[in-house]
C-alpha cells in the first residue's frame, strides 16, 4: 500500500466530513471531538491542507451512494463490516485473513474504499475508522496504607491515550497507510505504531501517557501531547495538493 489521495472535489474542498456512529459515546464520544479538534490545530500550524469536521445534522456514509459523511467513527470487537456503494465490506489483513479485532487493545483500524474510472487512477470516496471498544492499561492502585503498597490492576485507557488513538486514525484517513507508520525514536509522533505505555495511577486516568522515545540522556518523550513531525506533515500537505 502507500499514500492515496482522494478525489479531487473533495480534496479541493479541503475538509472531510466525518460521523461518528451511535455506539461512539461517553469517553469516546469527548475522545472524538477534542481529536478533530487536536488534529485541525495541528493541520492549521503546519499548513497540511486538510481539516475534519462533524457538523450538526452529518449523517452516515450513504451506504449505496455518494451522500452522507466521507469518514465514519465507529467502536470495533470482533469482525469489522463497513457499507459502501451497493457491498457490504469485512476488513481483512494482508494476508487476506478477516480481522478479528480485540475491543481491549491500545490500537485501532481503518478501511478505505478508492474507485478508479476508466485508465485513471485510484481516489479515495470513503474512510471507515474503528477504535477499541474499552481500551485497557495496567496502572498502581493502593493495596493498603503502607506508602510503598502498590498492586497492578487493570482499568480503562485515560483521555489521553483515547485521543492519541483517534488521531492515528484520522492521519489514516488522510490517505496514508500502514506503510508510512514512524517507529520509536527521535522522530517519533502520534503516527508511531507500537509506543509503551506509561499508565497514571489507578484513579489518575488523567496522567496515562505512551512512550514515543526513550531517550539517553533523558528527557524522554511522550504523548500527550499529540505531534506530528516532518515526514508525516509532509506526506500528508503532499496528499492534500
Known amino acids: ?17 466525518i460521523f461518528a456512529t451511535g455506539k461512539v459515546k461517553g469517553a469516546w464520544r469527548q475522545a472524538f471531538t477534542d481529536a478533530i479538534a487536536e488534529f485541525n490545530t495541528l493541520s492549521k500550524s503546519l499548513s497540511l491542507g486538510v481539516t475534519f469536521d462533524s457538523p450538526a445534522g452529518v449523517t452516515q456514509p450513504d451506504p449505496v451512494g455518494e451522500g452522507g459523511a466521507e469518514v465514519q467513527f465507529e467502536l470495533g470487537n470482533g469482525k469489522l463490516e463497513y457499507k459502501a456503494m451497493g457491498q457490504t465490506f469485512v476488513a481483512k489483513d494482508r494476508q487476506g485473513k478477516e480481522i478479528n479485532f480485540s475491543p481491549v487493545e491500545l490500537h485501532g483500524a481503518t478501511q ?3 474507485l478508479a474510472f476508466g485508465a485513471g487512477p485510484a481516489r479515495m470516496r470513503r474512510a471507515f475508522i474503528f477504535v477499541p471498544e474499552t481500551p485497557m492499561v495496567s496502572a498502581l492502585m493502593k493495596a493498603s496504607n503502607r506508602p510503598d503498597d502498590f ?11 483515547r485521543r492519541f488513538i483517534a488521531v492515528h486514525e484520522l492521519i489514516h ?9 514512524n517507529v520509536q525514536g527521535p522522530d517519533a509522533d502520534v503516527f508511531t505504531i507500537f509506543p509503551s505505555v506509561s499508565a497514571g495511577l489507578f484513579d489518575k486516568p488523567q496522567e496515562d501517557k505512551l512512550l514515543l522515545h526513550l531517550a539517553h540522556p533523558k528527557p524522554n518523550v511522550f504523548a500527550p501531547p499529540i505531534t506530528i513531525k516532518k515526514k508525516v506533515a509532509d506526506l500528508i500537505r503532499d496528499n492534500w495538493k
Open 1 to 17: 500500500m502507500a499514500v492515496t489521495p482522494w478525489d479531487d472535489a473533495i480534496r479541493k474542498r479541503k475538509v472531510l466530513t
Open 112 to 114: 478505505t474504499l478508492s
Open 151 to 161: 498492586k497492578s490492576v487493570q482499568r480503562e485507557a485515560g483521555p489521553g491515550i
Open 173 to 181: 484517513a488522510c490517505g496514508l497507510s500502514n506503510d508510512e507508520h
